[in-house]
RNA sequence: CGGGGUGUAGCGCAGUGGCUAGCGCGCUUCGUUCGGGACGAAGAGGUCGGAGGUUCGAAUCCUCUCACCCCGACCA
């Protein structure tokens, strides 16, 4: 490709809106050009790079026996208000009507489709295990769109559904799909975390995403050092730290006696740490009171001081669907005390409670009435809840769950998910099979998404360096970045295009900056900025030494290569 | 949806009631330059996000509205 015909242009400065390297990068290296918020057209560079990655997937997803379709991205509503999904997804489902006035959706995921397609042709046991995928446009209304290609309202998904017999080949499946995700990051020179995470409200046993660690990332993943165990923040399980063995306090807190309640006055006092500061305990020695409202309804949360609660296990424990912070209002109506609430005496709320509450003793509290705590609380002496779980966020410095050492914390960015989905949809549209005996029973479904633009953030978001992208080359728009230089002599240009021509014909993917009138270090700094793996230069200087100068985006010296000899270089190199 | 911010030339910005709306980059033409973001000269390019209002006069003041960005609850 010559640059004098290339369409986009770089930009000569960040822009101002992108915070991120792979927004700024994507959009100063003129990749992507954004439509509208989260909705961005992938430029002529950009799109050569998702079809290198989506020719990985590809090879992969195919090698773990997998058949790639297409499903449509229109679908009618009705199918959804069949799995309870349109309800579910709410206002992230883009909804419209066609011209009759029927209900139509913009899929955000295909489980609904792809199983209807395979009710239709499959009916016996012989016919399991099936893996189906598809690289297809996916719409989700975000509420908030961000950070360049992370997160868009409109995305290519690879999203691949197993259909298995039973939960022993639903396993098989799921561990090939594991195995082919591992694949492609790696092939995309991306090292990816594997988390345990949340299955969300459809249930099913098994969900791991697969993060790449970024400071930027949205996500935060619980990792321990010590044992491998990582685990999304939001299924991640912590042992608290007053439980672990080396704290006197704990030890003492385990052996002292309950106390009677004692009311403190406490003018003024609201947060937990002015409570532990104000009575001079440790944020441990309180009980944390905070209230939610679940599908409406206000329930009363409590758990250990020095935790916080993870609402994702909350809303999983709760079984709603939505949940959120009650407001103002809502705490003032169930007649509780905001800044100083207890369990103690309510009987009219829900009660949720981590089991934090009884792993120590004579924890401070508030009395439901201003200005007043109380001290000595002890569960269940002096209140009792309905559901008593895990529901605490783990953090770091809490013990693994699996090998007690200090768990630490990542930010990354999810770069796929794959789920075990059970039979829920099966059952929900009737995907049912008969086993050897001639008995009917749901498939097993499994369901596994790569997001392939966030693939690329994510692979730029990895590499880059204050020049630009590094791209890695087997997603690199090009392989090579052929600069010509001072391209007013008639003799270099025919040097250039004659090696241009000539890479091509080697099969080496060329682009080729052939503009005439650019300055040197305009030309050197989109080559660094687009950072394809190799750079050629033909200029006068090398040229008289009938050489072309090589050098690799990551390298800072150059080499010189004979000029018959370049492209023979250029592939060693590359295959290197 | 809550909070914060921004809309003026392709891009980045200046312009707080007064003449024909400016600056830098980029773009066009000519000339000079030519290895890390050159120089000179001459040009082209604007519904000042939109609608309504106030005023002799609005990019500027008021009302409404739309879009986009950033921070929080969701996901590939």
Redesign the pocket.
């Known amino acids: 490709m010559r640059m004098t015909r290339l369409v986009s242009?770089?930009?000569?400065?960040d822009?101002?809106?992108?915070?991120?390297a792979s927004?700024r990068l994507l959009l100063?290296a003129g990749l992507i050009h954004?439509?509208?918020?989260?909705?961005y057209a992938y430029l002529p560079l950009a799109w050569r790079s998702l079809r290198k990655i989506e020719d990985i997937i590809r090879q992969e997803m195919d090698a773990a026996g997998s058949q790639e379709l297409m499903m449509p991205a229109l679908q009618p509503r009705e199918l959804w208000e069949q799995t309870g999904r349109a309800a579910a997804m709410g206002?992230?489902l883009f909804s419209l009507e066609d011209r009759r006035g029927r209900p139509m959706v913009l899929a955000?995921?295909h489980e609904e489709v792809v199983t209807g397609i395979v009710r239709a042709n499959v009916q016996s046991y012989r016919d399991l295990p099936v893996i189906l995928y598809q690289i297809q446009t996916?719409f989700?209304d975000?509420?908030?769109?961000?950070?360049?290609?992370?997160?868009?309202?409109e995305?290519?998904?690879k999203?691949a559904y197993s259909f298995n017999a039973d939960e022993e080949s639903l396993d098989d499946s799921y561990q090939a799909m594991a195995q082919a995700y591992r694949n492609i990051y790696r092939r995309c020179s991306l090292p990816v975390l594997m988390a345990e995470?949340?299955s969300?409200?459809i249930g099913g046993k098994d969900s791991h995403?697969?993060i790449l660690s970024t400071p930027?990332g949205?996500?935060t993943v619980i990792t321990c050092p010590a044992c491998g165990y990582t685990a999304?923040a939001?299924k991640a399980e912590g042992v608290y730290p007053d439980a672990m063995p080396d704290t006197a306090l704990d030890t003492a807190l385990d052996t002292e006696p309950e106390q009677p309640l004692e009311e403190v006055a406490t003018p003024g006092i609201k947060t937990i740490a002015e409570l532990a500061e104000f009575l001079n305990l440790p944020t441990s020695r309180t009980l944390k009171a905070v209230f939610y409202a679940a599908d409406g309804e206000t329930v009363f949360v409590t758990l250990r001081g020095d935790l916080e609660v993870n609402?994702?296990k909350l809303?999983n424990a709760l079984h709603c669907q939505e949940?959120?912070l009650a407001t103002d209002a809502e705490v003032r109506e169930a007649g509780l005390v905001a800044g100083s609430a207890s369990p103690i005496g309510i009987s009219n709320l829900r009660q949720v409670a981590d089991p934090s509450i009884s792993q120590g003793r004579n924890f401070a509290v508030g009395a439901n009435r201003p200005d007043v705590h109380v001290q000595n609380a002890n569960y269940p002496r002096d209140f009792q809840v309905d559901l008593l779980t895990d529901i605490a966020l783990a953090q770091p410095g809490h013990g693994c769950p699996h090998c007690n050492a200090p768990l630490e914390a990542t930010r990354g960015?999810?770069?796929?998910?794959?789920?075990k989905l059970g039979t829920f949809y099966s059952e929900a549209l009737g995907a049912l099979y008969l086993d050897q005996e001639g008995r009917q029973h749901p498939i097993a479904m499994g369901?596994y998404?790569?997001?392939?633009?966030?693939?690329l953030?994510a692979a730029i978001e990895q590499n880059h360096d204050d020049?630009?992208i590094v791209f890695p080359a087997p997603i690199a728009p090009y392989q090579a970045h052929l600069v010509g230089?001072?391209?007013?002599?008639p003799d270099v240009v025919a040097a250039a295009d004659a090696l241009y021509r000539e890479l091509w014909a080697q099969g080496i993917e060329t682009l080729y900056d052939d503009?005439?009138?650019?300055?040197?270090?305009?030309?050197?700094?989109?080559?660094?900025?687009l950072g394809l793996p190799l750079?050629l230069?033909?200029?006068?200087?090398?040229?008289r030494n009938n050489a072309v100068?090589v050098?690799g985006r990551r390298e800072t010296e150059?080499t010189m290569v004979e000029m018959d000899g370049v492209a023979a270089a250029i592939k060693q190199a590359l295959g290197a």
């Open positions: 242009k770089t930009l000569r400065a822009p101002p809106e992108a915070e991120t927004h100063r954004q439509v509208a918020a989260g909705v206002q992230v955000p995921t996916k989700r975000e509420p908030r769109p961000r950070a360049g290609l992370v997160r868009v309202r995305f290519d998904m999203d995470a949340d969300g409200a995403e697969f930027t949205e996500d999304n939001e609402e994702v809303k949940l959120r960015i999810e770069v796929g998910h794959i789920f369901c998404g790569i997001g392939v633009g966030r693939l953030a020049r630009g230089l001072n391209l007013t002599d503009r005439p009138d650019q300055a040197a270090g305009v030309k050197l700094n989109d080559a660094d900025l750079r230069v033909v200029s006068p200087r090398n040229l100068e050098k150059a």
